[in-house]
């Protein structure tokens, strides 16, 4: 099993009808049918999808954590994008 | 859908899988809890501590000391190889399962011991290791495997005293490690554990079937039981005077309890189990310690378990022969689906 030939797959899988695919884990695969099939085999052995993604583990850009506050950060200072941000008057009803 | 046999309440494992699922809750809460003004910044090491002590996850790319990465490496890969070649020891029986109802249960089980092994070889491979790397290294020889697969399954009770007791060891031992700090290793337990669960309770069901059957029915049953005890006990690791990585990995919070905690909590459990199947723990020893509020036992011989992990027990010759044997009568397979996958890129090539 060379790593060139079976490359690495990421798993998502969607547990029920209404809920987003959520990752589960990872796997070799030569293509992306067998990934596929392999992840129903390994991943939803006890029914645990309706529908699964399978996505090349190469094709994934990802943040690196070690910056992550730096890159999150302009985020941080805005605190009037939430709704606690503002005081609502005393008596003001469906607000 | 098998391991419905036994009223929840009483079940083997029942308790343990309130306590993976209360893991599971901890990751979520540990997950959802920030930490206030924690910033990776420039202190790698002490934002990696913080981590830790805040009970959260180190996970994938985050830095860590080598000297962790390489615990968890080779932790998570011997686990790997263990569930591999634990398919051996039952899948032996497989042909010859007394029932088709046997047969499909085992065969479900066997499966899964590949899948558990998958997902700890992906998680491994999160730290920065190979697959290929991890397989040569189980091969090779140069990484081991847990000591228990290296008896032979003589008899089909084997099959319900590995269930039993070793799954059951292996339960307790996993348990806490559902709350491992590095991310990647507690999720794939957490599935893990949820598995073994079924695997225990089909275990106990054949032997609970066998001792109450015929009287060679109950004597083979007890044979086992006889036989896989003591390897059982062993599956926890020297004695806590004697183990080398315990400290550092407590402290990393890889490990949460010390061999010995976890082996008398199995004996304990063990005891209450062995009376409902009408079988005896072969310890003669083995009392309740009113002042420990806990059974004392026979320590197993770990000399002997010094001999096994060396690779002079009973089948570790077969085992590893076996091993090499599967992989490379599976060479054309892996080779046929990567032409297959070069040729479809090639046409696809071809047409664009």
């Not at chain 1, 992306?32 to 529908?51: C, F, I």
């Amino acid at each position: 099993m060379s790593t060139e030939h079976t490359p690495l797959w990421e798993v998502f899988v969607r547990a029920r009808r209404g809920l987003s695919h959520t990752h589960v884990g990872s796997l070799h695969a030569p293509d992306a049918e067998l990934a596929l099939r392999n992840a129903r085999d390994l991943y939803t052995r006890r029914q645990e999808g309706v529908s699964i993604w399978v996505v090349p583990a190469s094709a994934i850009t990802a943040s690196s954590p070690d910056e992550k506050d730096a890159f999150f950060d302009p985020a941080a200072d805005k605190v009037y994008r939430h709704p606690t941000f503002y005081e609502v008057p005393d008596g003001v009803a469906h607000l | 859908m098998y391991g419905n046999d036994f009223p929840a309440g009483d079940a083997p494992g029942g308790g343990l899988l309130d306590e993976v699922e209360a893991a599971e809750a901890a990751l979520r809460e540990a997950a959802e809890r920030g930490r206030r003004g924690a910033t990776a910044g420039e202190d790698l090491a002490a934002y990696f501590a913080e981590v830790i002590d805040a009970d959260q996850k180190i996970e994938p790319r985050d830095w860590m000391p080598e000297a962790y990465r390489k615990t968890l490496i080779r932790q998570i890969a011997q686990h790997a190889h263990s569930e591999i070649i634990g398919m051996q020891p039952e899948g032996n029986w497989i042909s010859r399962a007394p029932s088709l109802k046997r047969k499909a249960i085992l065969l479900a089980k066997v499966q899964d011991e590949a899948g558990h092994g998958l997902y700890l070889y992906a998680a491994a491979e999160t730290l920065g290791v190979s697959r290929d790397e991890l397989v040569d290294l189980l091969l090779s020889g140069r990484q081991k495997y847990s000591s228990i697969f290296n008896y032979p399954t003589l008899t089909w009770a084997d099959v319900g005293a590995i269930g039993w007791l070793v799954d059951g060891a292996a339960i307790v031992n996993q348990v806490p490690l559902c709350r491992c700090s590095y991310g990647p290793y507690a999720r794939a337990m957490i599935r893990v554990c949820k598995e073994e669960s079924f695997h225990q309770r089909q275990g106990y069901e054949i032997l609970h079937t066998l001792a109450h059957g015929t009287p060679a029915q109950k004597a083979m049953a007890q044979d086992a039981v006889d036989r896989w005890w003591y390897p059982s006990l062993a599956m926890f690791g020297p004695p806590d005077s004697d183990s080398t990585h315990s400290a550092q990995s407590m402290a990393w919070k890889i490990k949460r309890f010390s061999n010995d905690e976890l082996r008398q909590r199995f004996v304990d459990m063990c005891v209450q189990q062995a009376e409902v199947l009408g079988l005896t723990i072969p310890d003669p020893a083995l009392r309740w310690n009113d002042e420990r509020q806990a059974y004392d036992y026979t320590q197993p011989d770990y000399d002997e378990l010094m001999r096994v992990i060396k690779g002079e027990g009973p089948c570790n010759r077969q085992r590893m022969e076996h091993r090499r044997r599967a992989h490379a009568e599976g060479a054309w397979v892996r080779e046929a689906a990567a032409a297959y996958a070069a040729k479809q890129r090639n046409k696809e090539k071809v047409a664009a």
